[in-house]
């Protein structure tokens, strides 16, 4: 303390003992903790106005400000990543807003600053992906509609469509009918129902619900560049008035539509055939014994079936082809604990990859049968039976013979797929 009483020249014995300060000592010592305080106080200021200044500082330092446009383009792809998708899925789209309130990117990109706002409007592709939903507010809709219909420009659209568009909207999506790529929709909710045609030049993918149009009026649709098609939930009834360049699909995607093969005959460039029945409808896939028409499938190289009810459908498509040697994928998933009742008629010696999903061995087991020459194989198992795995892959163990793995000659690949209710490891 020898410095402190040195400093401000009084006695040290005063910051190590009791003894009592003189008049003169006091007025110092007072006189240095007024200097103090002031001082304190000075910089308690000076801190306040540090700590305030310090988080400007730091944003003008954010690396988010010297980052290139290209680097801040991906970064608004990697929120947006529909921008680059194609096709139809429901999961390529924007995710649905309810509220209708369009917070979503890319609109909350372009409302963070002045640059981000310009990158956002010079990149259409962030733009050219619409979900049009809940259209309660239908002026507001028209707004966000036509903006993002500008801004997209000049760039193909893909448009998923959930319900009816009012009619004060309807033109305003007409009107941009011939930059459509991608479209799923209800053909009553775009006004496609009627006689007149409808143009779509650009059109490459289209997926039509005709769950709500079991009565719907003819449709007829022109696209030159369409070639990709998904129908749900129709009735043979309401799928047979669609008028489509038939002969230019190549892949074509039936979801619980009753007698698909009809429309089948006229799709001779057909490469991929995907069929998923997970609902029963009151007119089945076949009924009684009615003569099926032959169906000529040269060109179809993928075959995916996917049901709750059994292989039934698909054994009889099968039987109905007089021409499937170009296939060279099929893909069964058959979640029925029944036995189906239909024989198969014919082999598909063809067929190199074989993937074999079911809850019972007997569901499918003719079609493992069928394709002697396959060189990979994958069983999905779903029951919980060792037994029906077994006599998948052994060697017959009865004098009764039944297909398994084992008589593949050509077999290069096995693989599994083992759900937790199987016992089989």
């Not at 209708?100 to 733009?127: E, F």
């Not at 007829?220 to 129908?231: E, G, K, R, T």
């Not at 993928?302 to 994928?329: I, K």
């Not at 990859?353 to 020459?373: C, H, K, Q």
């Amino acid at each position: 303390m020898a410095h402190f009483a040195s400093a401000l020249n009084i006695r040290q014995e005063l910051f190590t003992t009791n003894q009592p300060p003189s008049e003169e000592e006091l007025k110092v010592v007072d006189a240095k903790l007024a200097r103090l305080r002031e001082e304190h106080a000075l910089l308690t200021l000076r801190l306040a106005e540090m700590e305030r200044m310090s988080p400007y500082l730091v944003s003008i330092r954010h690396p988010m400000r010297i980052l290139p446009d290209d680097i801040l383009t991906l970064i608004f792809e990697y929120a947006t990543p529909w921008c680059f998708a194609d096709g139809v899925g429901e999961d390529s789209f924007p995710s649905p807003d309810p509220m209708g309130s369009g917070l979503g990117p890319p609109w909350t990109l372009s409302h963070v600053c002045k640059n981000w706002r310009a990158i956002c409007l010079s990149r259409p592709h962030l733009w050219s992906t619409l979900r049009i939903a809940n259209a309660a507010g239908v002026y507001r809709s028209a707004q966000k509609i036509d903006t993002i219909f500008q801004r997209s420009e000049p760039l193909p659209l893909r448009l998923y469509i959930t319900e009816m568009v009012p009619p004060t909207i309807l033109p305003l999506v007409l009107g941009t009918a011939f930059r459509w790529r991608c479209l799923y929709a209800d053909p009553a909710h775009v006004g496609l129902s009627g006689k007149n045609n409808h143009f779509f030049p650009s059109l490459t993918h289209l997926a039509l619900d005709l769950s709500e149009s079991p009565t719907m009026s003819a449709a007829y649709i022109v696209a030159p560049c369409l070639h990709s098609l998904d129908l749900h939930d129709g009735f043979s009834t309401s799928a047979s008035l669609l008028r489509l360049p038939w002969e230019q699909i190549k892949r074509y995607k039936a979801v619980n539509t009753t007698s698909f093969e009809i429309l089948l005959q006229g799709m001779r460039n057909l490469e991929e055939l995907i069929i998923n029945e997970d609902a029963k409808e009151e007119e089945e896939l076949y009924t009684g014994t009615v003569l099926r028409p032959r169906i000529s499938l040269a060109k179809l190289r993928y075959l995916e079936y996917e049901s709750e009810f059994g292989s039934d459908s698909l054994t009889r498509l099968v039987n109905q082809c007089v021409n499937m040697e170009s296939l060279r994928t099929l893909v069964i998933v058959n979640r029925s604990r029944e036995y189906h009742v239909v024989p198969l008629e014919r082999s598909l010696p063809s067929v190199l990859e074989l993937s074999l999903s079911f809850g019972d061995a007997d569901g499918v087991r003719e079609f493992l049968g069928a394709a002697p020459n396959v060189q990979s194989l994958h069983f999905e198992f779903n029951g919980s039976e060792v037994e029906d795995l077994e006599s998948m892959l052994l060697c017959p163990t009865t004098t009764t013979e039944r297909p398994t793995a084992a008589g593949l000659r050509q077999l290069k690949h096995l693989s599994f797929t083992l759900h937790p209710s199987s016992k089989f490891l």
